[in-house]
């Protein structure tokens, strides 16, 4: 098979991969539903361009959970701990809602990670989202400034990912009571919101700390 032949089947059956594990789930996905999505005709492609459908769903989620990784890496130690804030939001919003990527097959995979994780989620914590929430710990923490422990910085933390996350989970609801909204044209306006709001509760938070700092006399 021509090398630029092969290049498509796999890219194909990666796509198919993609819409098979959004629609039904990694468990109940099946090597002859993507074979036939991607419209190959040998069931055994899965095993022959990526070993198994294990292995494809890993190489899917690891695209996905590098992504994000990629665009929070970018310049991050030049930035200030407000502009790394801002970065976060604004990366997150994008990944998630720009293009309507939140109904995307990408964005289903992504939350069914989150609700039904697969046995791969421990590998993927451990290789993307440990050092990433590392850095987004110590950016809060420099945000709330001198007395800030680390459950301050870590609730802080869980505020502004709950904000970024509220559509994607929400959807289904959201958009029944608002249907008029659209995240694709306003997921800039939103991330501006939550960077906005968040720095306000995290002044919030810094001023508590301030007021319970022990005074010398």
Not at 55 to 79: G, V
Not at 153 to 179: E, N, T
Not at 181 to 186: G, I, L, T, V
């Amino acid at each position: 098979m021509p090398e630029t032949e092969s290049k498509n089947t796999q890219k194909r059956l990666f796509d198919a991969g993609v819409k098979v594990f959004a629609d039904k789930g990694y468990r109940d996905a099946t090597v002859r539903e993507i074979c036939k999505t991607a419209g190959a005709a040998n069931i055994n492609a899965v095993n022959y361009y990526f070993g198994s459908k294990e292995k494809l769903y890993r190489e899917i989620l690891d695209t996905i959970f590098s992504a994000y990784d990629r665009f929070d890496r970018e310049d991050w130690d030049r930035k200030t701990p407000r502009e790394q804030l801002r970065a976060m939001v604004s990366n997150f919003c994008a990944m998630l809602y720009k293009n309507d990527a939140f109904a995307s097959d990408i964005t289903s995979i992504f939350i069914s990670e989150m609700t039904r994780p697969s046995p791969f989620i421990e590998e993927l914590v451990d290789t993307y989202n440990r050092p990433r929430i590392r850095r987004h710990l110590k950016m809060f923490r420099d945000l709330l400034g001198k007395g800030a422990t680390d459950d301050m910085a870590r609730d802080c933390l869980v505020s502004v990912a709950g904000q970024l996350l509220y559509y994607s989970f929400a959807w289904p609801v959201f958009s029944r009571l608002f249907p008029d909204y659209s995240a694709d044209e306003r997921y800039e306006q939103w991330a501006a919101h939550v960077y906005e709001f968040s720095l306000g509760g995290i002044e919030a938070v810094r001023n508590k700390i301030k007021k319970e700092e022990p005074h010398g006399d």
